[in-house]
């Protein structure tokens, strides 16, 4: 099954030109080698408003199973990505950000201090990424394996069920 995403850099200053995007086309490389189709790629500010709305458009719009953000999940002022998420949300998906939360820390400490969040808008998965490119692909490649899976429950895909272990 082909998977469809977008991926959304949240960066005022490369918004604005003045920083290259690093993050964003780190996620693009590590879908492409999935096989997976990327759809649409968009570098919005540290804006909550315009972070919501781009969320809301591209989830609303059915054309992808999965949007991908990078950045904005930190502790600085200006980090409002898991605000904006949260904002949007339909249902939580914690399972998701637990294991990235859980497998950064055996990497850095750092990762504690990690406020990405996940969930479920309609029939759209939206995770937030750390802003880095490294801790990014770092933890996509933790949920990689489950999302296939979570593509097919979320398409009421009739054979998503198949691979579950009987009672």
């Known amino acids: ?5 977008g991926i959304i850099t949240v960066s005022t200053r ?9 993050s964003g086309p780190a996620l693009a490389d590590a879908i492409t080698q999935q096989g997976w189709q990327i759809i ?3 570098i919005v ?13 591209w989830a609303d719009s059915g ?4 949007i991908l953000t ?6 600085s002022p200006y980090d409002v990505t898991p605000e904006a998420t949260r904002a949007v949300l339909h249902r939580n998906t914690p399972g998701l950000d637990e294991a990235m939360r859980s ?8 990762a504690m201090l990690s406020r990405a ?17 490294r801790a990014a692909t770092e933890n996509l490649a933790v949920i990689i394996p489950a999302l296939p899976h979570a593509v097919q429950l979320l398409q009421e895909d009739p054979t998503s069920e198949a691979g579950h272990r009987p009672d």
């Open 117 to 133: 969040t996940s969930g479920i808008r309609a029939r759209t998965l939206i995770v937030n990424l750390p802003g880095s490119p």
């Open 103 to 110: 497998s950064g820390l055996h990497i850095t400490p750092h």
């Open 70 to 75: 990078t950045g904005g999940t930190g502790f």
């Open 14 to 22: 490369s918004s604005r030109g003045e920083r290259p995007d690093t």
């Open 63 to 66: 054309a992808m199973d999965i």
């Open 45 to 57: 500010p540290d804006d909550l408003g315009k972070l919501s709305k781009t969320l809301v458009e």
């Open 1 to 5: 099954m082909p998977i469809r995403i």
């Open 40 to 42: 649409q790629t968009a």
